[in-house]
């Protein structure tokens, strides 16, 4: 073979079809990606590009469109970020092992990439938030669990730039300690500038479009999911008195932004808009027919389709059966009366749809028993939550002195925690997990008194004041034949009795106490 001497004009020359090729082929020789290798499956893989073009609006000039091709060949197509200066970000959530492959072109045909990673089989994540599919009044996990909500609704400084890391460290560790998993952020994802809520919190400024503000967001938000905590915006996308963006355009642009680097992580779930976009008369911010449309424009643009609801006002919910809500939220009843409280909670519970009860059960919070002029006593917030999880709903608490952001979850100091309180919840929750609770549904129809839910092999019942049930429909006849029967002392869920129906069939409580019956087969 002959070799050719190098010299300046060959150099020169190669250089030059070395340019024209990148040119006509779209391909940006001059650009500098990397991307992570290897990564858990659920969690996200992120590739980086540094693009020499600049652009003097990088948020709406041009696109980063991506497509993605998973190990079993089917295809997913997203876009990246623009993510300050010379760089752009793409994100994709890993729900499938293998190898992926991915390319990446710019909208202006600026550039062009392409590679690929690998997602592990092994993983300590649980997958998506997501509805749990084989009982989806409950909430799940991709991975298969399903997940009880131990939900803790906090006050609007959580996001807070001005309120000290440390702080929020501490606050966590307590979370944890608590046993709760899912925190209900006020002015997330946008500030409700409002005296005694959001103002005078530096949260980040999501809107307009600011990279360094998102990454602000998401340092807290990857904490987190280190902590397996799942994060609910309390105000949603578009928050009251928050400054989101009015004109269709704007919203299309903030929602994409925020899909591309929030959606690809396992642990968020959206809300449309809140608190309450549909107050009564002369109070409404904004239309059912607003909320509607961004609910199905948020929907339609997240290839992972994470839950999707929106905040409602006191009262039913109106959007329960609605195409674009995968879940509901529901501000009430706030009462002690059992039946009325069961009774709301049922009749907003879609069948097919997880339920958060959000606004439900808040402790020293001035809009709850405001015509009791009173709060909630400890046996009636134990009795209340009994009920909640005996509905089937995902308990959101709240240890307030005043509104949503004032006492202990607003200063979040937990030395101004009532811990009392926050006992009989985790009792009450490390029971529900201690049962296949996934497997059940609310079955009023099969208990004379109390509450129930059951499947076609277990049952559990909840009498408030103790006494006597009869068990009807199925289980009138599966009782009997029940391999494990017990009281369950609902103050404290570790003490358990042997349960025997009497000669007439009822089961009677061993006293006028709250008490829990579970039968299996």
């Known amino acids: 073979m002959q070799s050719h001497p190098f010299t300046p004009r060959a150099f020169i020359e190669k250089a030059a079809c070395l340019w024209l090729l990148c040119l006509f082929s779209g391909w ?16 996200f893989f992120e590739g980086t590009l540094e693009h020499g073009r600049n652009y003097p609006d990088p948020y709406r000039d041009v696109t980063l469109h991506v497509r993605y091709t998973r190990p079993d060949g089917t295809q997913l197509s997203f876009w990246g970020f623009h993510d300050g200066g010379r760089t752009w970000r ?37 997958g998506m938030i997501t509805v749990h599919r084989p009982n989806p009044v409950w909430f799940g996990f991709a991975g298969g669990k399903p997940f009880l909500v131990r939900g803790l609704h ?49 949260t980040p400024k999501l809107w307009p479009l600011d990279a360094d503000e998102y990454r602000k967001m998401e340092r807290i938000l990857n904490d987190l999911a280190e902590r397996r905590i799942v994060a609910w915006g309390f105000a949603g996308f578009f928050g009251q008195k928050s400054n989101y963006p009015r004109a269709p355009a704007d919203q299309e642009l903030y929602i994409r932004y925020t899909l591309a680097r929030l959606a690809p992580m396992w642990h968020v779930l959206w809300n449309v808009a809140g608190p309450e976009p549909n107050l009564g008369e002369g109070l409404r911010w904004m239309s059912d027919e607003e909320v509607t449309r961004l609910g199905r424009l948020i929907a339609s643009l997240d290839p992972w389709k994470h839950p999707i609801s929106v905040h409602n006002r006191t009262g039913d919910d109106p959007f329960r059966d609605s195409d674009w809500t995968t879940y509901g939220v529901l501000q009430g009843p706030k009462t002690p009366d059992l039946a009325t409280l069961s009774r709301g909670l049922l009749e907003s519970h879609h069948p097919a749809k997880p339920l958060l009860a959000q606004e439900t059960l808040w402790s020293r919070n001035t809009y709850h028993l405001r015509s009791l002029k009173r709060d909630y006593t400890d046996k009636e917030i134990r009795q209340n939550a009994w009920v909640i999880q005996m509905s089937a709903a995902g308990l959101v608490f709240a240890d307030n002195d005043g509104n949503s952001s004032t006492g202990f979850t607003g200063t979040l100091n937990p030395a101004d925690a009532h811990p009392t309180r926050h006992a009989i919840l985790r009792r009450i929750w490390d029971f529900m997990e201690s049962i296949p609770f996934g497997e059940l549904r609310p079955a009023q129809e099969s208990v004379s008194t109390g509450y129930a839910l059951a499947s076609g092999t277990s049952l559990l019942a909840y009498l408030p004041e103790g006494g006597s049930v009869r068990l009807r429909g199925a289980w009138e006849s599966k009782a009997p034949r029940a391999s494990q029967a017990l009281w369950i002392n609902a103050r404290n869920p570790s003490e358990k009795r042997p349960a025997k129906p009497d000669a007439s069939g009822a089961f009677a409580a061993p006293d006028q106490e709250d008490w829990l019956l579970w039968l299996k087969q």
């Open 154 to 202: 906090v006050g609007d400084r959580f996001f807070a730039a001005n309120w000290p890391d440390a702080e929020r460290q501490r606050f966590l560790d307590w979370v944890q300690e608590n046993g709760y998993n899912f925190l209900s952020i006020a002015s997330h994802f946008l500030n409700r500038d409002e005296e005694g809520r959001g103002r005078g919190w530096e």
């Open 90 to 126: 793409f994100r994709a959530h890993a729900d499938q092992p293998g190898a992926w492959r991915y390319e990446a072109e710019m909208s202006d045909g600026s550039l062009r990439t392409k590679g690929e990673f690998r997602v592990s089989k092994n993983t300590t994540l649980p």
């Open 28 to 43: 940006n020789a001059s650009a500098q990606g990397t991307a992570q290798s290897d990564i858990p499956l659920y969690g």
